[in-house]
Every structure is written in structure tokens, then in C-alpha cells.
């Protein structure tokens, strides 16, 4: 159904081209539909070349209120309850009845009345009758009127309000459609795409018919320049691309498909699929080649697989098995000369050549695209490019909470070492490609620069640090170059450092190992390690812990915690605290466990296991003679394991709070997503379960055989297996262990999504489903197959 245009409803007829277009491609057979979905799209007129004369279709419309002031012959709308009447300026009603109402800039106004649109002129009287279910206002003083017939549309196009253009017979007539494709405005002449029978062809304003509705498809691809119209055509399983003179650029061929390139040029790519064999059921097997050809059938690239966006308006070819680049006018920038071409979002286009890569840039002088030096590998790194000093001073909500110590660090003495590479690339030449007979090479500027990426490389064996550019911000000097965190972790002769990137030093290469405290609340934090010694640094090199002779256990499985650092010397252990600059908890431990969420640890010393508070004082329990502890989920108390296997809970104090009586303890919440969510233990004792509050007090011994709380009401569904049945039957507890809707259910639940959070009982044996609020108030009741309808 086309509706008729409102106020909110500003004709757009390229935003209506675009998306039926679109969705056109989805009625080509069943049998090929994967591989050749046609998208035609419409060109808008900000993206024609500027010596097109193209029209955006759409007419402006205005508010009501709007019209009134601005009016050209000073008619007004005035609200009459439901309606408007259009008044003159002496008050007298023109026209009367009036809703969905739309104005425009030029004082017509499309309106219904009793169900039908009709169109009022700047004069105040009709140009069309209210008698048609759409009315389009089109330039050129042409309009496309639409009219139901059931549900089938009938449009017809006519001109000044009386000559109709089509159909010739002055009628509506079935299954006809009509649709504006482009105004030429230079000529004055409006094309338009029609549907007779399920068959599409082109007519103008002028009476003619240009096109014969012929095709299976007509989309409109391109119009520029002059004025020619490029569409896409299907016939059957074949598609082509031909003009409004019905000459054809591309022939009608099957296993192709047709598209824009370049919106701002006329170049189009036409795909097709070669198939491995014909006789293969498997009709996605082989490969689509892409070609793409100017409007006047010249060929531009030949592909020997699809082409794809490398890199901004940059485009991957290929021929012969090697890769090449054009851009999007579809002029080679690149031969096809490469053996892989790499690219990412925002990024350079990185290239292999003879196994070497490569970093394609743009001078900025010539706009010629060079790819100037080779390197044995590549490897982009996501880091911050900053300064050692603007490290140091990062904005205000950034900055440590750790001292800032004066100690420096040790300097270390590069090798500068641009000319390796001017001396190893030697062999490679430049890659700037001078025209020839076969490519057709292209120089413009295509707004290709990416100062801020930066490179790890490797070149001669040796590792640096170069950007986009080729610039050397890190001389090939070191054995190996990895991004950690902020720094670059370097290795060279054996040994470690950090360095920025640019080339500032973090910590000097004089250890043995560096390694990233990553569970650092703040920010990462640098554990080095020289000798028997170990010290950390922050992520700028200020000193945190001097150099000592414990072993930071950062990294290690006993390290796992979420604030501290385990240390080990002579085989004991403590922990440092939570800033890491001094020892909280002596060396004298055989073990830690692992950190509770309060922040105390449990831990094992001279055979007992002990539980330390987080300022790492040893609390007054004895953990001994349990064979378990463990937290408890969303709670700070304890599980323990007794040695006959018997589960109980105790308080982070040592306080007994469950004794070990039960063969499981598991806390659990009533009402857990409401305001009034309350803790509580079930506990299990011989596969009977029962309810405990959260002072480890009895509310129901353990008698069920099941027992599972709402998540949003206090109410427990309990089940009362009986060996002798065939099922358990279920009802409704509450929090007190009440049971307040007796084991007659088969089945108790919450309705989640309802406000008022209804409690849904379910008894098969009679078929009914009852419904109650969380009051417990019977609210209705109805059968399973009515309430399975209405939920």
C-alpha cells in the first residue's frame, strides 16, 4: 500500500529508490540468489558529478503552521475539531473536512476527506478530486496518483492536473506501477520505471516509451554525464546494463551480476561467477571475477577475483595470482605485481613483495604512491605515542596514586641505524609505477595518511620501530621488540628493557626479565628482575619497590590474587602490600590459598590453616580440622568440609554459625531481583532438603525432596516426592516454611515479564491453570491450551 504523503512523510523519492532497489535483489532465483543478489543503488545528488543537472525528486513541504504565515494567497488551515477548513482571507471556507494534512512551499495542499486524498491547489480549489488512496507531488507539474483495487495498486501518471501520460487510456488499469527514476533538469525531462503484468520498462513525460516492459528487473544505476540513464536489467537468469536508448554496455549474460564502483564517476563493476563445473550440484563452487567498465564500454581493470576496499578509497585487484591496487575511479595506483596485500580499518595498506613487506604511502609533494622500503616482517602495535615526560604527566584522572621517586633510570646507548635499511632495501626499487601501454596509473591525492601507526620491524635479524611514513623512531638494534602495555619490552644480548616509542628509556637493558603486574589496581605495574634480585617500577619507570632478594611470584598460579603479590624466600612465603612498595606479611608461611572478597587470605602455617584479616594479622580461628574451606557465594562466611565429609559455615571471625551436620550448605536468595531480597541456607541431609535463615537458624527441617526459591517473590516451590508415584507433585511455601498452596501442582512458576509479578499453578490432571498476584489472590483461571494462546 502506498500511503499518501504527510507532514512527517516528506517525499524522498532516491530514499525510495535505494531501498526497493535493494530489496529487489532478493526475488532472483532460489537456485543462484546467494551469489548474484543484485544491489542497485540509487545515486543522490550530492553524490553526482557536478556537471549533472539531477534532481532530488522531492518537493518541500511545511508545517501548518508554517503555510498560514507564508501563504501566497494568504489561505489559512483552521483546526474544526477533527478536521481543517481551508479559509480565505475574508474567512470564507474553501474547502472543509480536511485531515492528514500536508502543505507545501508553493500553497498546494494534499488532504483526505472521507477516506480519499485529493490535492488542493495554491488557489484553494481542486486539482485533483478526493477520490485516490495516494498522491504524489512530482517536479515538473507531474504527479503519480494511485488507486486500490483490493489489494492490488493501480498508479497512473499525469501532468498539469488533466493530461494523463500513462496509462494511454486516461484509466487505471491492474497490476500497472509506475515509479520515478531521475528529472533531468537540463532537458526537462522525467524518466519513469513502469511494472505491467510482473514485466518492467522505461517511459518519459514526453509520451514515450522508451524501454518496453519487457524485463524482469530495471534499476537504476547511474545518470551522469549527460544525462544518459544506466540501468541494470534482468531477464530471466541474464543481466545486463543498458541505457535509456536500449543500447547495451554490458550484453544480457547469465551468471553475472551488475553494480555501482564509484558514485562520483561513471564506473561500473560487473561480477561474474566461474563456476568449477556445471554439472556439480554444488552451485557455490568457484570463483567470481570483477570487472569494471565506463560507461561508454571502456574496460578500466580486469580482476581476476572480487575487488574489495584495501584501505579509504583504495581497492585490491588482482591478475595472475598477484595483487595490485587502484583507486576509485578505478585507475591502477599499483600493478599487480604483489604476492599479498594486508589491510585494516584505519590503517595502511601493508604489501608482500618476494616475501618481504612493505608499508604503501602517498608522498605528499608528488601524490605518488611508493611503497619506499621492505622489511622481513611487520607487525602493527596499538600504543599510546607519547613522550617519556607526557607519560609521566598524564591528564589529572589518569595519574598514579604510587610516590614518585627521583632515582633515574639507567640510560642505555642505541646504535643509530637508519642507513640498514636504505642499504637493505637496495635491492628492492622503489615501487613507482610510470604509465604503460597495459596500466593506466593514477597520482591524485585520495586522502591516504596514517601519521599515528606504528610498526614493530624486522630487518637483517634485528628489530626497531618505524611509523607509517618509514620513519626509524627505533633503530634496528635489538633481538626482539613487543608491545607491553604502554612501553615496548626490548631484548637485546640476553637482556631486557622498556622503551617508548620514542625511543625514551622506561627501564634499562640491563635485566633478566621483565614481567607485567596486570591485576594492579591502578595501572600496569613492572616487575624486573636482575640476578637473584627482583624490584618493580610503575609504567613510566619510577621506582615502587627497591631491588630485593625476595621472589615476586607475579604470573604464577599462587599468584592469582586480586590486590596483593605473593613474595617467596627460603621457600616461605608473604605478601607484599596493596602498593607494592613494602612486605605486609613476613616470609613464614607454607602456603596461601587464595583472597577472599573482604580482602583476608586464607593461608597455612606450621601445619594450621589459618585466616588472615586484610592488614595481614593472623585472626583467632583455627581452620585445622577442616579438609575444605571455601567462600561462600554473594556472602563473606565460610564453607567448611569436616572430616566425616558433613558441610557446615562459619563467620570470617571463626564464629560457628551452621554447624558441619548437613551433606551440603548452599546460601540462597528469595526475591532476588526485588527490593526486598533476603538471605537464607538450604541445606540437604539424606537427598531431604530444608531452610535455614541467615543466623543459621532451623525454618524447615530437611523433609523435601525439592526446594527452590522465586526469583522475585518470597515464596519457595517445594516438591514431596513419594517413592510410590509417578511424579512429584509441588506447592508453595513461604518464607516462615508455611505452606500456603498445597502439593496438588504439577508445575509452580513466576510470570517475570508483568509488573505486578503473577505466580502461574499448573494442574494437568483436570487441565487448569491457575493465575494468582503476589498476594496470593486468585486472579483467574483458565485452561492450559487458553493460556498458552494468550501468553
Known amino acids: 500500500m502506498k500511503p499518501a504523503v504527510t507532514t512527517t512523510d516528506t517525499i524522498d523519492v532516491n530514499k525510495t529508490l535505494y531501498l526497493k532497489k535493494s530489496l529487489k535483489g532478493f526475488l532472483i532465483k532460489p537456485l543462484v540468489a546467494a551469489i548474484f543478489m543484485i544491489s542497485a543503488l540509487t545515486t543522490s545528488t550530492a553524490a553526482l558529478a557536478s556537471d549533472c543537472s539531477c534532481s532530488s525528486n522531492s518537493l518541500p513541504t511545511m508545517t501548518i503552521e508554517d503555510s498560514n504565515d507564508t501563504h501566497p494567497n494568504q489561505l489559512a488551515l483552521k483546526a474544526n475539531k477533527a478536521y481543517y477548513q481551508l479559509t480565505n482571507q475574508n474567512g470564507q471556507v474553501l474547502q472543509d473536512r480536511l485531515y492528514d494534512v500536508t502543505p507545501y512551499e508553493d500553497g498546494r495542499i494534499i488532504a483526505k476527506r ?17 477520490a485516490y488512496d495516494a498522491i504524489e507531488i512530482l517536479p515538473a507539474d507531474l504527479y503519480r496518483l494511485s488507486k486500490y483495487q483490493g489489494a492490488i495498486s493501480m498508479d497512473a501518471l499525469v501532468k498539469g492536473g488533466k493530461d494523463w501520460l500513462y496509462p494511454a487510456s486516461g484509466k487505471f488499469e491492474n497490476k500497472v506501477a509506475i515509479e520515478q527514476l531521475y528529472h533531468d533538469e537540463t532537458n526537462d525531462i522525467s524518466y519513469f520505471k513502469v511494472t505491467e503484468k510482473g514485466k518492467v520498462g522505461l517511459i518519459n513525460d514526453k509520451k514515450q516509451t522508451l524501454v518496453p516492459s519487457i524485463y524482469d528487473e530495471l534499476n537504476l544505476l547511474d545518470t551522469c554525464p549527460n544525462e544518459r540513464l544506466f540501468m541494470m536489467v534482468k531477464s530471466g537468469d541474464k543481466t545486463g546494463l543498458m541505457d535509456q536508448y536500449q543500447k547495451f554496455v554490458v550484453p544480457l549474460a547469465t551468471n553475472q551480476s551488475i553494480d555501482n564502483f564509484n558514485r562520483d564517476e561513471q564506473v561500473f563493476k560487473v561480477s561474474k561467477n566461474h563456476y568449477s563445473s556445471y554439472n556439480s550440484d554444488d552451485r557455490d563452487e568457484g570463483f567470481i571475477s570483477d570487472t569494471l567498465i565506463k560507461g561508454n564500454g571502456k574496460t578500466l581493470v580486469e580482476s581476476d577475483s572480487p575487488i574489495t576496499n584495501a584501505s579509504n578509497n583504495l581497492y585490491q585487484f588482482s591478475q595472475a595470482g598477484k595483487y595490485g591496487i587502484i583507486n576509485s575511479d578505478g585507475k591502477i595506483i599499483l600493478p599487480a605485481s604483489f604476492e599479498y596485500i594486508s589491510s585494516g580499518s584505519d590503517a595502511p595498506i601493508i604489501v608482500t613483495q618476494k616475501g618481504k613487506q612493505g608499508i604503501l604511502r602517498q608522498d605528499q609533494t608528488t601524490k605518488q604512491f611508493i611503497v619506499a622500503n621492505y622489511y622481513d616482517q611487520l607487525q602493527s602495535i596499538d600504543i599510546a605515542d607519547r613522550s617519556l615526560a607526557e607519560l609521566q604527566t598524564p591528564p589529572e584522572e589518569e595519574q598514579s596514586e604510587y610516590a614518585v621517586s627521583d632515582d633515574a633510570a639507567e640510560a642505555v646507548e642505541v646504535v643509530e641505524a637508519a642507513e640498514a635499511v636504505e642499504e637493505t632495501t637496495a635491492d628492492y626499487d622503489q615501487t613507482e609505477v610510470d604509465s604503460a601501454e597495459e596500466a593506466e596509473v593514477d597520482y591524485t591525492d585520495n586522502d591516504y595518511g596514517f601519521d599515528n601507526t606504528l610498526y614493530v620491524a624486522k630487518l637483517n635479524n634485528k628489530f626497531g620501530l618505524i611509523d607509517a611514513e618509514d620513519n626509524v623512531r627505533i633503530p634496528f638494534f635489538y633481538d626482539e621488540i613487543s608491545q607491553s602495555m604502554n612501553a615496548l619490552l626490548v631484548k637485546k644480548n640476553q637482556e631486557y628493557g622498556l622503551l617508548t616509542t620514542q625511543n625514551e628509556t622506561v627501564a634499562g637493558i640491563v635485566f633478566d626479565s621483565i614481567a607485567v603486574i596486570e591485576n594492579a589496581e591502578s595501572e600496569p605495574l613492572y616487575i624486573l628482575t636482575q640476578g637473584d634480585k627482583q624490584s618493580i617500577i610503575d609504567s613510566v619507570g619510577r621506582p615502587i619497590l627497591p631491588l630485593s632478594p625476595y621472589r615476586l611470584a607475579a604470573g604464577e598460579e599462587e599468584s592469582q590474587f586480586e590486590s596483593r603479590i605473593i613474595v617467596d624466600k627460603n621457600g616461605k612465603y608473604g605478601l607484599l602490600n596493596d602498593r607494592y612498595d613494602a612486605v605486609l606479611v613476613p616470609t613464614s608461611y607454607e602456603k596461601f590459598d587464595y583472597e577472599l572478597s573482604n580482602k583476608s587470605i586464607l593461608a597455612q602455617k606450621d601445619g594450621r590453616k589459618v585466616l588472615l584479616d586484610s592488614s595481614g594479622q593472623i585472626m583467632p580461628i583455627d581452620l585445622s580440622a577442616y579438609t575444605e574451606v571455601t567462600e561462600m557465594y554473594a556472602s563473606e562466611n ?73 526469583q522475585y517473590l518470597p515464596f519457595l516451590v517445594v516438591s514431596d516426592y513419594d517413592s510410590g508415584a509417578d511424579y512429584s507433585k509441588v506447592g508453595l511455601i513461604n518464607a516462615q516454611g508455611k505452606v500456603v498452596k498445597a502439593f496438588n501442582y504439577d508445575a509452580i512458576y513466576e510470570s517475570y515479564y508483568d509488573d505486578d509479578q503473577q505466580i502461574v499453578l499448573i494442574m494437568l490432571t483436570n487441565n487448569k491453570v491457575q493465575i494468582y498476584n503476589q498476594d496470593l489472590k486468585l486472579i483467574e483461571t483458565m485452561s492450559a491450551e487458553e493460556y498458552e494462546q494468550s501468553h
Open 114 to 130: 472521507d477516506g480519499r486524498f485529493g490535492l488542493i491547489g495554491a488557489d484553494g480549489q481542486l486539482i485533483f478530486d478526493f
Open 638 to 710: 565460610l564453607k567448611v568440609v569436616a572430616q566425616n565429609g558433613k558441610q557446615g559455615v562459619l563467620t570470617p571471625n571463626g564464629k560457628v554459625l551452621i554447624a558441619p551436620l548437613y551433606d551440603s550448605v548452599d546460601n540462597i536468595m528469595l526475591a532476588y531481583y526485588s527490593d526486598n531480597r533476603t538471605d537464607y541456607y538450604m541445606v540437604e541431609l539424606d537427598e531431604r532438603y530444608g531452610l535455614l535463615d541467615d543466623k543459621g537458624k532451623t525454618i524447615i527441617k530437611p523433609k523435601y525432596t525439592g526446594l527452590n526459591p522465586l
